[in-house]
């Protein structure tokens, strides 16, 4: 141990002894609120299955105490929705419109949860940056959530993998949710390792090419995060090797050595990239798919390991740490379940549910911890597995699916099952609540299948709204082809069109005076607009300035297009491409979704107690939840 390390635990040492001395254990909470989410949770099945029996938990608490279907955001997104539960306002005030935010000065889109803005000061030394000072990570959602309020009353919040919590809220214990990057920055990239051709992964991974030896041996290595000091150097990387069986391989990732059998997800493999002045520790787990002769390997995306983690996951600081030597380590990455793997055939089923179930434990193993510790009148917990498991099996339950007839076994069980393994949560967390404690449980939206992919930025094309660079049919994603000079409208996001207004839009040539008339035209068209079987592709439209009020309705969408049941956004209308097709067939496992028009998609409600009314939306859950915070004598 180096002299700076002795002081330094020293220093800790002595803390802790005065602590020790100064100090007692916080009083235990004398009763509880414990809110449950469970991200998805689709009314119209949850009545099915529980009349059929298969969800007893949720009929006794209905029984026991009340349920409604619950009105979710506008746009059901899930950000916008958990946004709206967390602080009680609309998205006009708490400024979450999508998982996109867009630029109107240069027409793209950035992730909307959270911003990092580096330091202004950096000094060149010897080809290095060294920033001189700290840059600003900002959660981009505004307003007081409930838990915040909750401890101004002298209560104390554990809350726990809530989306849009990236950085955690100052409370008294926080794990973050949706919104934590992986160490490259992104929302989490995957890496497959092939010795095959294999088409390039579109959207959240990367295939990388590997050459076997005559041995039988693969030399190669994981790429990480950028160097922190050198952005234009290559990304920071550590040596990996494959030796493969056929039906297991031998896997060196740095120093550690391990063998993979086919199908089984490893443990967590810690990692260090050392950048010259020290090393950025992270974590991965791996699934060997294939062995030889053709070994494939699956790495997930490099997360920050709780135990030493390089970002801010957690209020307080340690709280991550403390929890990870509890109940060991876990995913960190804001949405762990990757969706895309699967989407994209780079993962199968079984990998896939098996990902979902180590999600889940690792979930429950974070709220019993929680409810053992009783050390918080306020203890919140979000469940994302129901969302995960409806977006990529729905196809499984809908006949009329595109892919219906293709879907597996596995696939037409996953969503009942994922409904049954919130039933037993549910139980456990009940078994575990004491008499005088409180229980809510809720969801953010429902769901609906997604069978058909909307075009929305080809229909404004084909309309005249858009307009292409001469000489183009289609455009690229991030409107590479746009001609913005003849362009009034334009599409970007899950669920929002926005024109091209002059003085907020960089090139934009719409007016004041004529946005209106402009709006009420294209609302128009859009209520036209068919299918082949004449089916309305929109169910409702949304004025922007109708639906929102507060200081960040200016970023609001100014047309919100609430699509009818079976149809959604393309993805190729999130990121503004313009393709060759108004419609088409969705023939990826994303089969299941929920941004089309809330009124379709509702969420629900259970508590333990009756309300005195009915809660209007998710929106007035903060109110509803504060009321019902426990009362008695406040926590020190």
């Known amino acids: 141990m180096s002299m700076r390390s002795c002081w330094r635990f020293g220093v800790v040492l002595v803390g802790l002894l005065l602590a020790a001395c100064t100090s007692e254990p916080p009083a235990p909470a004398q009763a509880r609120l414990i809110v449950l989410g469970f991200d998805g949770m689709d009314p119209a099945l949850t009545e099915r299955w529980m009349a059929e029996g298969a969800l007893p938990e949720f009929s006794r608490l209905r029984t026991e105490g009340y349920y409604q279907r619950l009105a979710t955001s506008n746009p059901p997104q899930s950000p916008v929705a958990w946004s709206s539960f967390a602080t009680g306002k609309g998205a006009g005030e708490h400024g979450i419109y999508d998982f996109l935010r867009r630029d109107p000065k240069t027409y793209q889109p950035d992730f909307s949860i959270a911003r990092y803005t580096p330091p202004d000061d950096l000094i060149n030394f010897a080809g290095w940056r060294v920033p001189m000072g700290e840059g600003v990570l900002e959660n981009q959602r505004r307003g007081e959530p409930f838990w915040m309020a909750a401890e101004k009353q002298g209560r104390r919040a554990t809350v726990q993998r809530v989306p849009v919590t990236y950085p955690p809220d100052p409370v008294q214990h926080m794990l973050s949710g949706m919104g934590v990057p992986d160490l490259r920055g992104t929302q989490g990239t995957y890496t497959l390792f092939s010795t095959r051709r294999m088409a390039a992964a579109e959207n959240g991974g990367r295939v990388e090419r590997v050459e076997m030896d005559d041995a039988g041996r693969i030399e190669t290595y994981l790429d990480g995060p950028a160097h922190p000091l050198k952005p234009e150097a290559p ?32 443990a967590w493999w810690t990692v260090e990239f050392d950048y010259g002045l020290g090393t950025l520790p992270g974590m991965v787990r791996m699934r060997l798919i294939e062995g030889f002769p053709r070994p494939l390997l699956y790495v997930s995306p490099v997360q920050a390991d709780p135990l030493a983690s390089v970002l801010p996951i957690s209020a307080s600081p340690d709280y991550a740490s403390e929890l990870a030597e509890r109940i060991g380590r876990y995913h960190t990455l804001g949405m762990p379940e990757e969706t895309w793997s699967l989407n994209q055939g780079h993962m199968d089923e079984l990998g896939y549910l098996d990902m979902v179930k180590t999600t889940l434990a690792e979930g429950e193993a974070m709220l019993y911890d929680a409810l053992a510790s009783n050390d918080s009148e306020l203890v919140v917990k979000v469940f994302v597995q129901p969302d995960r498991v409806s977006h990529m099996f729905w196809r499984g339950m809908d006949t009329q699916h595109p892919l219906y007839a293709e879907s597996s076994p596995l696939a037409r069980e996953a969503v009942a099952w994922i409904y049954r393994e ?171 979704d929920h941004c089309i028009d809330p009124n379709a998609v509702p969420g629900v409600l259970f508590t333990s107690f009756v309300p005195d009314q009915p809660v209007e939306n998710i929106a007035s859950m903060a109110h509803m939840l504060l009321k019902h915070l426990p009362k008695g004598p406040r926590s020190p």
């Open 235 to 266: 990304a920071l990387s550590v040596a990996l090797k494959i030796e493969a069986a056929k039906d297991s391989a031998s896997v060196t990732l740095g120093e550690e050595t391990r063998v993979l059998k086919v199908g089984e997800w490893s």
């Open 422 to 592: 919130s039933d037993r949560v549910l139980g456990e967390v009940r078994k575990r609540m004491r008499p005088e404690d409180r229980l809510v449980v809720l969801s953010d939206h429902g769901f609906s299948s997604f069978r058909r992919a909307a075009h929305v930025n080809r229909w404004l094309v084909d309309q005249g709204y858009l307009s292409l660079k001469a000489g183009k049919r289609e455009s690229e994603p991030l409107f590479a082809d746009i001609d913005w000079s003849r362009s009034r409208a334009y599409a970007l996001g899950l669920n929002g069109l926005y024109l091209n207004l002059a003085g907020r839009e960089a090139q934009g040539i719409v007016t004041t005076a004529q946005s209106d008339a402009l709006l009420d035209e294209i609302v128009d068209g859009l209520r036209g607009w068919r299918d082949h079987d004449d089916t309305a592709v929109i169910q409702h439209t949304y004025l922007g300035r109708d639906l929102y009020r507060g200081p960040m309705a200016k970023d609001a969408p100014d047309l919100v297009l609430g699509y009818a049941p079976g149809y959604r956004a393309s993805w190729q209308t999130t990121l503004g491409a313009v393709p060759r097709d108004l419609l088409e067939d969705n023939r990826q496992p994303w089969s299941g």
